[in-house]
């Protein structure tokens, strides 16, 4: 089965500058890579994916990328803020029929330092 | 409009007791899932079902009965409760598309304490 490392599992900046949460996955067949925000006392959020077909997408101050080749992704969150304060999840899993697991790492705790 | 509900929010009750969380979902989604996620953050699959037929069953504890009684609800029912269920349950749905990717949507989460 699949298997997704996530590393930190903490990790501090200081209000504005760069984090990064990097995932590494083992199962080849994986094409769906989304990334999971889950603030204090509510469920995770998807706050952006990436499928195999992309090397990089962005959505406002939040960008994914993704190697194949080296089965990993990363997360990367500019000009961090307060509200960015939250545990991350990243996942994997294959798409088309039959594909409904999601595998999930491990977290990474982000604490964003005013 | 919430997407994904649950209720109740909070359970707090004895070992050994029987409860039940209920989930719906409100996407028009085929699939439903069932994840508990421990102290330390680690969220678990438990079980799956893809139009009321289960899909995901995991290594858990056959005192844990999921029932589905349409694409819309899956409810989780737990039989004599242990001090090691407590834990905050989630609820999700998806849509699996044959060309897209399993985008699941969370529900607000069950905080389980069992005293």
């Known amino acids: 089965g699949e298997n997704v490392e996530q590393h930190p599992s903490t990790l501090s900046v200081q209000e504005g500058d760069s984090a990064v949460i990097k995932c590494t996955y083992s199962d080849s067949a994986s094409n769906y890579f989304p990334w999971y925000k889950q603030e204090l006392g509510k469920g995770p959020q998807l706050i952006i994916d990436i499928r195999s077909n992309v090397g990089e997408k962005k959505d406002q101050r939040i960008a994914v990328t993704l190697n194949k080749t080296a089965k990993h992704f990363s997360l990367h969150i500019t000009e961090t803020q307060p509200e960015d304060s939250a545990v991350y999840f990243c996942?994997?899993?294959?798409?088309?029929?039959?594909?409904?697991?999601?595998?999930f790492g491990k977290g990474t705790k982000l604490s964003v330092i005013p | 409009d919430t997407a994904v509900s649950q209720t109740p929010k909070y359970l707090v009750t004895q070992m050994g007791n029987d409860k039940s969380i209920k989930c719906e979902q409100n996407l028009g989604h085929d699939t439903m899932y069932w994840y508990k996620q421990d102290s330390k953050k680690f969220l678990k699959i438990m079980f799956s079902?893809?139009?009321?037929?289960?899909?995901i069953n995991e290594t858990v504890p056959n005192r844990f009965s999921p029932k589905s009684p349409d694409k819309a609800h899956l409810n989780l029912h737990i039989n004599s409760l242990e001090l090691g269920d407590s834990a905050v349950y989630f609820c999700a749905s998806s849509q699996v598309r044959l060309a897209g990717g399993n985008e699941q949507f969370f529900g607000p989460g069950t905080r389980l304490t069992v005293l």
């Open positions: 996942a994997a899993s294959p798409t088309g029929a039959g594909s409904y697991q999601l595998t």
């Open positions: 079902y893809n139009n009321k037929e289960l899909i």
